[in-house]
């Protein structure tokens, strides 16, 4: 219930559970200082607000020397517009989700910024066309 509404009241959780409101929170508490709940957050509609493009790329290096990883890893962490960005098994790198304003926008991104990193080897890009599914819950038995 929390993962699909960050936002209820403990009594409204505590009623869905079965719980009276003390053990409710003190069961709450627990997932939060342990990490099962990571934090909360407002999901925002990124075309709402004029991030119409949703791209992901997959990024190849030419090696891994600790260099090359170093320097793409903090240009990562620094780009505003990667919202995700996973190290994967497999023919490529990393898998990178960017949001941009336009097509022009992340053409600038790719060939101004992520492409002239060091080590970057190829970058191979999908644009989403429309998104078909969206969740943050995850799939709890």
């Not at 409101?21 to 200082?33: D, F, I, Q, S, T």
């Not at 493009?53 to 030419?62: E, P, W």
């Amino acid at each position: 219930m929390l993962q699909r509404n960050g936002r209820v009241s403990n009594q409204e959780l505590a009623e869905a559970v079965g719980l009276s409101a003390a053990p409710c929170w003190r069961r709450v508490r627990r997932l939060e200082e342990s990490g099962v709940v990571a934090g909360y957050t407002a999901l925002l509609d990124p075309g709402s607000v004029g991030l119409s493009i949703t791209a992901y790329a997959l990024v190849s290096l030419d090696n891994h020397h600790p260099a090359n990883v170093r320097a793409f890893d903090a240009f990562i962490a620094d780009r505003p517009e990667v919202l995700e960005c996973y190290s994967m098994t497999g023919q490529n790198d990393y898998l990178v989700k960017i949001v941009a304003p336009s097509i022009a926008a992340y053409d600038e991104f790719l060939s101004a910024h992520l492409l002239p990193i060091p080590g970057v080897r190829a970058v191979n890009s999908s644009i989403v066309l429309k998104r078909k599914k969206f969740t943050t819950a995850l799939p709890i038995p």
